[in-house]
């Protein structure tokens, strides 16, 4: 080889390094800036929200929930309030954002003991539900969640509770500590749902959450967690907050905050928590997440050496804000809303809008000014949950394409010069249209000890389904011959009730999405416990009726009855084996090419039948056969045996061997055979010639399902006398569903007479030729 070659052989050997590092280089520097999907929202803030859709109904319809102070705190209220700020001890409001009965806790479904959970901030308490709830929306369960690399970011900045505690007496010994630290605030959670990332406890005052949040997106970015809680709490266990800002005038006397309003006077105090589920955008979309939003860019920074220690600093605002521009890649007029800080402060207040002036209204077309609104306005001043309760506003503003009016600005506040920029106030609801680009939205957060966080929302991509979901085209395998099936579950009989009841108002609320999507949900996006019920039926209406009887205590037709699941402990787990009616075309051939086990099962069941009938098994599965000879009784009934004993033996090379097997009809045969008391010869035999002797014995009689139970469907029957003389009951199928057979015109006069008394009734249509009930007729 000449040194030409040598040269050109090196060059390109350089020339592909140096492409591949670009590569790598690009693929590090866009996972660092790579946008930030918010996958999961919950929250609990005053006025009974308690979920993200409550707090959008509060600022879509301007409500105001500001309320007087609690009455079941133990606050001396008689002495508490004096309209003079300077008495000492006293607060010159009286209203305030507060969370009813947030003494509650559900300690047992966390696995806390009474005297733990007494001795716990109810910030803990509350953060724990939130946690749970958020998980839950975002249809994770706690067997994907356990041991996972999720992270806690937490934003807290109150410990009054541990004022009212005392010493630690012989019930909270030994629990005080860990209930009111702030580092357990966060801890706790992981804790509790087994999470291994990063638990961090954040207390930048009313930055709090928003910092978090922050936090939480870095980590994601640099691979410290695959999924991220971040957000924030604040309980009010005292009137604190109210006496000390009292006496430094920063408190609005009617308790309402009125951001950048002329009537602006001073702050109102709230409380709740929020917490959003946060994870990478390519890794949401591969895992099958629903995208509520994403976070582009965010950024925090401190005001350092202002005009005082707790005052705003302008500068460092307008910083923050660039920061997180170009941590997001836009510019100011790409960005077309700011959810505020806006604390209704005079101090505050113009600081801010003149950062924003200085910032994001440059450079903006007039007819595309920023927005500028606060959802303080609705719910007050909620302190460490502050910046989440904006986050979550402007997530929903997003998605509805509409941004709300803020509340009780009389005009413009005459300390900014609106006319230095584009910036005008939400006076108003606006409007948000996309006009050929992404909604995006900046969220404002300052703390009183000088942190400052921004952080830049836009509006989520089209959905891209990858993971399994509800297939509402081919019922999404939880649709039965007509049926749905939603299955409650709760830790507890009265939790239960709980469930059905929350289901039903969600119901209720519309629009939700197909029974089919509903029961797969329930099931698949859910953890499930052992106190469990199911409603069963064929339509919407049907089904949450059952679920409001389920709520109200009461029982339904379409309810079986609640019920409590063996605990691991137990004896094993039952398969029963069902009699005719649950077959469907194609029933069992997509596993004859997936399993291994099931096609070999099969084949030994084809040749123990094979002596005894005069068709090919794997041709009926496979769909093969003739109609004729998919519809004789004495061909679906060995078919569907021998479906169930292959499927018996999917479950056992899987490690599920059942403890004790039961069965109806050729189900009986394939439980003896399963069991072992008969052998697959045997078994094929007696299924084989039973169902011959049923086709010779099929006459001209009839059937009807009643939703009654057996006793009723006695009585109702005894009451017609001659008309119902050779009816009888033919199964009982449920608590409240019994099918009757006899002569055709004395079930119809039962039918009838069963329609009559209110109750439901449906024939069972059977095609005598071939003695089969047909399917989609069976309730």
Same mark, same amino acid.
């Given at each position: 080889m000449t040194d030409d070659e040598k040269l050109r052989s090196y060059l390109k050997r350089a020339t592909a390094d140096l492409r591949l590092a670009r590569r790598q280089l690009r693929e590090v520097e866009d996972r660092a800036r790579e946008p930030v999907a918010v996958i999961g929202m919950a929250c609990r803030f005053p006025g009974d929200v308690a979920t993200p859709e409550d707090l959008w109904r509060v600022v879509d319809e301007g409500t105001d929930v500001i309320s007087p102070f609690p009455e079941d705190r133990g606050w001396e209220l008689d002495k508490l309030y004096d309209p003079d700020p300077e008495h000492p001890g006293t607060s010159s409001a009286r209203e305030g954002g507060f969370l009813r009965e947030v003494a509650d806790f559900d300690a047992e479904f966390f696995g806390i003991s009474p005297r733990e959970a007494a001795a716990m901030d109810p910030q803990q308490r509350l953060l724990l539900e939130t946690a749970w709830e958020a998980f839950e929306r975002a249809g994770l369960t706690l067997e994907a969640l356990g041991g996972s690399a999720t992270g806690v970011f937490a934003g807290v900045d109150s410990y009054h509770y541990l004022s009212l505690i005392g010493r630690p007496t012989g019930d909270s010994a030994g629990y005080v500590a860990t209930g009111n630290l702030g580092s357990v605030v966060s801890g706790r959670v992981s804790y509790s749902f087994g999470l291994e990332g990063p638990a961090v406890t954040v207390d930048t005052a009313c930055s709090s959450s928003l910092v978090a949040t922050h936090l939480a997106v870095r980590a994601l970015r640099q691979d410290e967690c695959s999924l991220a809680l971040a957000g924030g709490v604040t309980v009010m266990a005292t009137p604190g907050g109210f006496t000390e800002f009292s006496r430094q005038r920063a408190l609005s006397p009617d308790g309402r905050c009125k951001a950048f309003a002329a009537a602006a006077d001073g702050t109102g105090f709230s409380e709740g928590a929020g917490l959003v589920l946060l994870e990478r955008l390519s890794d949401a979309r591969r895992n099958g997440h629903r995208v509520l939003a994403v976070i582009r860019g965010s950024a925090v920074n401190q005001d350092g050496a202002s005009n005082g220690l707790t005052a705003p600093n302008g500068p460092a605002q307008q910083r923050v804000i660039r920061q997180a521009l170009a941590d997001a890649g836009l510019s100011p007029s790409e960005v077309d809303a700011v959810e505020a800080h806006g604390t209704g402060t005079t101090l505050?207040?113009? @600081?801010? =809008?003149?950062?924003?002036? +200085?910032?994001? #209204? $440059?450079?903006? &077309?007039?007819? /595309?000014?920023?927005?500028? %609104?606060?959802?303080?306005?609705?719910?007050?001043?909620?302190?460490?949950?502050?910046?989440?309760?904006?986050?979550?506003?402007?997530?929903?503003?997003?998605?509805?394409?509409?941004?709300?009016?803020?509340?009780?600005?009389?005009?413009?506040?005459?300390?900014?010069?609106?006319?230095?920029?584009?910036?005008?106030?939400?006076?108003?609801?606006?409007?948000?249209?996309?006009?050929?680009?992404?909604?995006?939205?900046?969220?404002?957060?300052?703390?009183?000890?000088?942190?400052?966080?921004?952080?830049?929302?836009?509006?989520?991509?089209?959905?891209?389904?990858?993971?399994?979901?509800?297939?509402?085209?081919?019922?999404?395998?939880?649709?039965?011959?007509?049926?749905?099936?939603?299955? @409650?579950? =709760?830790?507890?009989?009265? +939790?239960?009730? #709980? $469930?059905?009841? &929350?289901?039903? /108002?969600?119901?209720?609320? %519309?629009?939700?999405?197909?029974?089919?999507?509903?029961?797969?949900?329930?099931?698949a996006s859910r953890s499930v416990f052992d106190h469990r019920a199911v409603a069963v039926g064929e339509t919407r209406e049907e089904l949450t009726a059952a679920v409001e009887a389920l709520a109200a205590g009461g029982t339904h037709p379409a309810l079986i009855h609640p019920g409590r699941a063996a605990t691991a402990g137990g004896p094993g787990p039952v398969l029963v084996f069902p009699g005719q009616g649950p077959q469907w075309a194609g029933m069992g051939a997509a596993l004859l090419d997936a399993s291994p086990v099931f096609t070999a099962r099969v084949a030994e069941c084809e040749q123990a039948l094979a002596p005894h009938v005069d068709w090919s098994l794997t041709e009926v599965v496979r769909g093969t056969a003739g109609a004729a000879e998919t519809g004789r009784v004495d061909v679906v009934q060995p078919v569907l045996w021998a479906v169930m004993v292959s499927l018996a033996a999917v479950w056992a090379a899987h490690g599920v061997r059942p403890a004790a097997v039961i069965g109806h009809s050729q189900g009986e045969i394939a439980a003896a055979v399963v069991a072992g008391a008969l052998s697959l010869d045997d078994g094929a035999k007696v299924v084989a010639?039973?169902?011959?002797?049923?086709?010779?014995?099929?006459?001209?009689?009839?059937?009807?399902?009643?939703?009654?139970?057996?006793?009723?469907?006695?009585?109702?029957?005894?009451?017609?006398?001659?008309?119902?003389?050779?009816?009888?009951?033919?199964?009982?199928?449920?608590?409240?569903?019994?099918?009757?057979?006899?002569?055709?015109?004395?079930?119809?006069?039962?039918?009838?007479?069963?329609?009559?008394?209110?109750?439901?009734?449906?024939?069972?249509?059977?095609?005598?030729?071939?003695?089969?009930?047909?399917?989609?007729?069976?309730?």
């Open positions: 505050g207040d113009p @600081i801010e =809008a003149q950062a924003l002036l +200085a910032t994001y #209204g $440059q450079g903006r &077309a007039e007819d /595309r000014p920023l927005w500028l %609104g606060s959802v303080k306005s609705n719910i007050g001043h909620t302190q460490a949950a502050a910046g989440v309760a904006s986050v979550i506003k402007m997530v929903q503003a997003l998605r509805h394409g509409v941004l709300p009016a803020s509340l009780h600005i009389d005009a413009p506040t005459p300390h900014v010069d609106w006319g230095a920029g584009a910036v005008r106030l939400l006076t108003e609801p606006v409007e948000w249209a996309a006009d050929g680009r992404p909604r995006r939205a900046g969220v404002s957060s300052f703390g009183i000890s000088g942190t400052n966080a921004h952080l830049i929302l836009e509006q989520a991509p089209e959905p891209v389904r990858t993971a399994p979901g509800p297939d509402t085209s081919r019922d999404g395998g939880v649709r039965v011959g007509g049926v749905v099936p939603w299955v @409650i579950s =709760a830790r507890g009989s009265e +939790a239960l009730c #709980g $469930q059905a009841a &929350a289901l039903a /108002r969600r119901v209720a609320a %519309g629009p939700v999405a197909s029974p089919e999507a509903v029961g797969w949900s329930l099931v010639g039973r169902s011959k002797a049923l086709r010779r014995l099929a006459g001209g009689g009839a059937m009807a399902s009643l939703h009654l139970s057996p006793q009723r469907a006695g009585k109702l029957l005894a009451g017609l006398g001659d008309q119902a003389a050779a009816v009888g009951l033919a199964a009982v199928n449920g608590p409240s569903s019994t099918v009757i057979s006899g002569p055709p015109e004395q079930v119809a006069h039962a039918v009838a007479a069963c329609r009559e008394a209110g109750g439901r009734a449906r024939p069972i249509e059977v095609d005598y030729a071939s003695h089969s009930p047909q399917v989609d007729q069976i309730t």
